[in-house]
């Protein structure tokens, strides 16, 4: 501003003042101008970008419907009695091949007897279409599911690395939410490694991109449009969405999606320890080198680690070079190898540092594992939906200690349900129908194969060592 001092100077230097004041704010206004110029083109390119990339994201993302039954849950207080209940649900899945593989939740497809898949349309003057799907697999443990419709040259997507992902990262939700097809929201990666468990596996990427009812199953995608997670579950007070999001991150979606489209069943890995994160407090009782890390409390006996060399109170500092914190990163890193891998773990045993090479093994607790010992010629079950393999002297060793010494295990489901009921799972093991011993496939089938539509099939069923009837009305 001008004051009154520069005012009582001379006419040539007040009109000076003047001038070059005048300039400033000239040269003020048209930075301003230009600022605001560059920002508002800013924002242009930012909205386009986000208009095409949700232009390329969309028509890979489908709408599931699902009929099936299910039972009461344990929460359901109202007193009524255990009856099935027919339900709709929808939820969201996201197209991985041109030929028609989808990755969903497995809670969205669970109890399904229908699997409907509807096609969002690809360009303004096509429409959207129904397909019925095939269920491939589902894995209760990582809630996910493959499901697979008749299709070719559909658009896709392809499966980030959620190993690069970091916090404050933008991310793109897509999904159904309550069932309004189609939709995108925005907003950050809040963490990148969330378990919401102390004693889980699983680790989640957290979002705030809004996600609601419906949005199960689909894909949460970065800027250049990779899936980089599968959108699972919200936690809120309210029903609705406040910004704690769960997806399931790209490389845990990766290893599931390949081992239920290989064999039907995902395979569960260990290295044949226990371990135990480190904490201050068992640091210094046992007077360890170092506040963090994992220790290992126990080793199998002949197991991988003990053949590979590893022993109780070894302390693991790194796998693969990267360094770990604590036992649910060396649990979450097995637990995405294949079987016939191995890690590599650097270790210090009493201030010795240790590089020892420890192959991953199938889990021999896991149901799935009979799996691989079937096929559709021998072991079908047609008229209950499963892969079934009798009890002999080489199944006997890799299960439980059973009420009875023969029966039929499931190994798996095979794809549809022919039956209303809850159903078998597999490791169930069928003891009896009817009332009849069941020992061989051979026998359950010519029984099953006697019985017409509408007829009750009651299955006497050893279910995680407790002895339970199946009840199922054929169809």
Known sequence: MLS??????????TLNVIQNEGMYALCCTLLLGAACAYAQTSLKQFSASLENLAQRVRPAVVQINVIGYSLPSEEDTSGGNEVLSRQRSTGTGVILTPDGYIITNAHVVRGARHIRVRLLPNGPQAMSSIHDAKLIGADAETDLAVIKVDQRNLP???LGDS???????????????????????????????????????MIYLQTDAPINPGNSG??????????????????????GSEGLGFAIPSETVRSVYRQIRKDGHVHRKQIGVVAQSITPVLARGLNLPQPEGVIITDVEPKGPADKAGMQPDDIIVAIDGRPIQNARQLEVSVYRRMSGSSVKLQVIRKKQTLTLDVPVVER???????????????NLVPRLGILGIAIDDSIAPMLPELRHQFGIVVAARSGEVPYEGAGLSPGDVIYSLNGTPMTT??????????????????LQVERDSKLIYVALELE
Do not use: C, W, Y
């Open 4 to 13: 009154s001092a520069s005012l009582q100077t001379s006419p040539d230097r």
């Open 156 to 158: 896709f997507l392809a």
């Open 163 to 201: 190993l690069l992902v970091k916090q404050g990262q933008l991310v793109l939700a897509f999904g159904n939410p309550l069932g309004l097809e189609g939709s995108v929201s925005m907003g950050i990666i809040s963490s990148t490694s969330r378990q919401l468990k102390p004693d889980d596996f």
């Open 218 to 239: 689909g894909p949460l995608v970065d800027i250049d449009g990779h899936v980089v997670g599968i959108n699972t579950f919200i936690l809120s007070q309210s029903g």
């Open 364 to 378: 021999q607790d896991s149901p799935e594992r009979f799996a691989d010992m079937v096929s559709l010629e021998k």
């Open 441 to 458: 496939v051979k026998d359950l089938n010519k029984s099953l194969d006697q019985m017409k539509n509408g007829d009750a099939a009651v």
